[in-house]
């Protein structure tokens, strides 16, 4: 059974992961970079230790000495969180390897679903519908080229091994194609190290629903319904709801057993997220597969009363899910902000510092994950996100109101934070009517340039 989990990550999400240790009973671990010494997760675990300096492909990233940490501490299993190194199949394997227990699915289907190209081909076998594009991936640019009569323009144009919107292009036409692929392909290999692209039909202006599913090591799959992330910049999200403004009880039941049929046809175990993007019409297509926890898991959790990263470690340590289908239902509305350090006005510009004075928002419904504390130093290694924040109510319209209030109660003195951003998308009536699809942010931000907000 496990007893001690060392947790791969920093920051609010080791500290989420942390309390579900303390929840559970079982003892944690935190690593951190010599820049992370004085971080909350730090501060919080059982025990700690410092793993290298502070950039991630000296700390974070460095698989090697995170097992070597969790064999010394004797940790029974690792938690990778999200980000960093929880989708990494060869991190997977490594622990399997050393005897420790990977918190996430097998590294065979995490390699399976993290080639793109591979996924489009599990999931068209699965009869889940995908966006027409290349049938496998392409390195060559006279190879794509040649593609391009039978998926037409746009095209978008994507890292097989991407993520994060990092190695992604749209062509609009042949002579953008060109460009934009070897944009791409350059992007790829520096960020991923690898050249391999697909191609797929660019859906404009679609929504972004993703199902949130848990699988266990019996056969037992559920879907926990959907999340709208239709509002986010350079395809990082900026805020999730459940449930989402546009889907009915039909489509929801449509999206919820194709996710089901994914999780399946890859004989899926443990949190995992099927994402689609879906078009005007109502019709949706197969995005991608996150083999992880998502950063906006918290959302789910509050429609349906669960506790998925305590759910990840039960699966991991050989137990049954603790709920089964018709136990989950959607109560209410969620809708959750991510806050950065970062300056709106700036083009978003990073703002690492120190939090002089904290206030965290509180009360009925409201929920806030972060490992802010104010003297706290906001480090300039890693991603700008500092805090989500969370709220719950009977619908939309209500839940839309008490973020407001949270996001109007929280203070952050010391850095720029997207907080007065984030307020105003919420008095926004597009938002408020629910009329918002992943160019939301662009036209938002069109009519703040314009003074028309």
């Not at 970079?33 to 025990?47: C, R």
């Not at 969180?81 to 289907?109: H, K, M, T, Y």
């Not at 070897?182 to 190290?193: D, G, H, K, V, W």
């Not at 879907?223 to 889907?247: M, T, W």
Request: proline share 4%; net charge negative; charged share 20%.
């Amino acid at each position: 059974m496990i007893q001690k989990i060392l947790i791969a990550n920093r920051g609010e999400i080791a500290v989420r992961i942390i309390r579900a240790c303390r929840n559970l009973g079982l003892q944690s671990v935190a690593i951190y970079s010599k820049e992370d010494a004085n971080s909350l997760h730090v501060q919080l675990a059982d025990q700690r230790i410092c793993i290298g300096e502070g950039p991630a492909r000296n700390s974070y990233l460095n698989k090697n000495h995170i097992i070597t940490a969790a064999l010394n501490v004797g940790a029974d299993a690792i938690h990778p969180g999200f980000g960093f190194l929880s989708e990494n199949a060869d991190f997977a394997r490594l622990c399997q390897d050393n005897g420790l227990i990977f918190i996430g699915p097998s590294p065979e289907v995490i390699d399976q679903m993290g080639n793109k190209s591979q996924a489009r081909q599990t999931m068209t076998a699965a009869g889940v519908p995908i966006v027409p594009g290349s049938p496998s991936h392409v390195r060559h640019l006279e190879d794509a080229k040649a593609l391009l009569p039978d998926i037409g323009f746009p095209i978008m144009i994507k890292a097989s091994s991407g993520g994060g919107g990092k190695g992604m292009r749209i062509a609009r036409n042949a002579l953008e194609f060109e460009d934009q692929f070897t944009i791409a392909q350059s992007e790829s290999i520096n960020a991923f190290a690898d050249d391999a692209m697909y191609l797929e039909k660019y859906i404009e202006d679609p929504k972004h629903i993703e199902i949130q599913i848990m699988a266990d090591q019996y056969g037992q799959v559920v879907a926990l319904g959907e999340r709208d992330c239709s509002v986010q910049r350079n395809h990082q999200k900026l805020i999730e709801e459940s449930p989402s403004p546009a889907i009915d009880d039909r489509l929801r039941e449509q999206l919820n057993q194709a996710a089901l049929a994914a999780a399946r046809a890859v004989q899926y175990v443990n949190a995992g997220t099927i994402e689609f993007i879906m078009d005007k019409s109502g019709d949706f297509y197969f995005m991608e597969m996150n083999t992880r926890i998502q950063v906006e898991h918290g959302v789910t959790e509050m429609v349906t009363g669960t506790d998925l990263i305590a759910e990840q470690i039960r699966i991991a340590d050989g137990q049954h899910l603790s709920f089964k289908q018709e136990d989950i239902q959607l109560r209410g509305h969620a809708i959750e902000c991510r806050i950065n350090a970062e300056i709106p006005a700036k083009n978003f510009m990073p703002s690492p510092g120190p939090v002089n004075h904290l206030h965290l928002p509180a009360g009925n419904g409201v929920r806030v994950d972060t490992a802010l504390y104010s003297g706290y130093q906001i480090p300039s290694e890693y991603d700008s996100m500092i805090a989500k924040v969370i709220v719950h109510a009977p619908d939309r319209e209500a839940a839309i109101q008490k973020m407001k209030s949270a996001l109007g109660e929280m203070v952050i003195l010391g850095v720029e934070t997207n907080l007065d951003f984030q307020y105003s998308i919420m008095q926004n009536p597009d938002f408020k009517a629910g009329d918002i699809t992943t160019s939301f942010i662009e036209h938002f931000l069109s009519l703040k340039a314009g003074g028309k907000l």
